[in-house]
């Protein structure tokens, strides 16, 4: 089940992070020891949301029950012409190879487009990250770039590659 996450996940938002630390770590920045814990995930969704409630981030979880075993984020959502917002997400390491990622992010783009009113969604992968590139083009994302030494991941500068989707061509005003 997808839904919005809130300031009650904290607990199973950094079970499942703990649960996924080694399964993640290739794909993410480095984390501090108070990242897993569930005072670190309560002060960091606490920021998350104080940006959803700006209208700059929407972030759901995937959960099974109680579990969480996923997460995906609308981040630096722009309004005006630009009507654009960035997607990041990630999945726990027994639930993948099942379609979750791919009907996950189809339905964050149908939100983007048909609730949130915006024009385009932008996300990054690691070069070698094909998965998640598989994911996104599945949904109809398009490479448009690569970026140099993009973002810190896992102790050091990486390469992207740049995607990009263009979910309508409504006015932006």
């Avoid at 993948?96 to 609730?115: F, H, K, P, S």
């Amino acid at each position: 089940m997808l839904r919005l996450v809130t300031e009650h996940d904290a607990e199973a938002v950094a079970i499942a992070y703990d649960r996924n630390r080694e399964h993640l770590k290739r794909w993410e920045p480095r984390r501090t020891a108070e990242f897993y814990t569930v005072e670190g995930q309560a002060q960091r969704l606490k920021g998350l949301l104080d940006q959803q409630g700006r209208g700059q981030a929407m972030a759901w979880v995937l959960a099974d029950g109680e579990r969480v075993v996923g997460r995906i984020t609308l981040n630096e959502i722009v309004r005006g012409p630009f009507l654009n917002a960035h997607v990041g997400y990630w999945l726990d390491a027994d639930y993948t190879g099942r379609g979750l990622a791919t009907a996950t992010v189809r339905e964050v783009c149908r939100i983007a487009d048909q609730e949130l009113g915006l024009h385009r969604l932008a996300a990054g992968t690691l070069l070698d990250n094909v998965a998640s590139q598989a994911v996104l083009r599945k949904n109809g994302f398009e490479p448009f770039g690569l970026a140099t030494q993009y973002l810190e991941i896992d102790g050091r500068w990486q390469d992207h590659r740049l995607f990009q989707r263009i979910l309508n061509d409504r006015p932006a005003f």
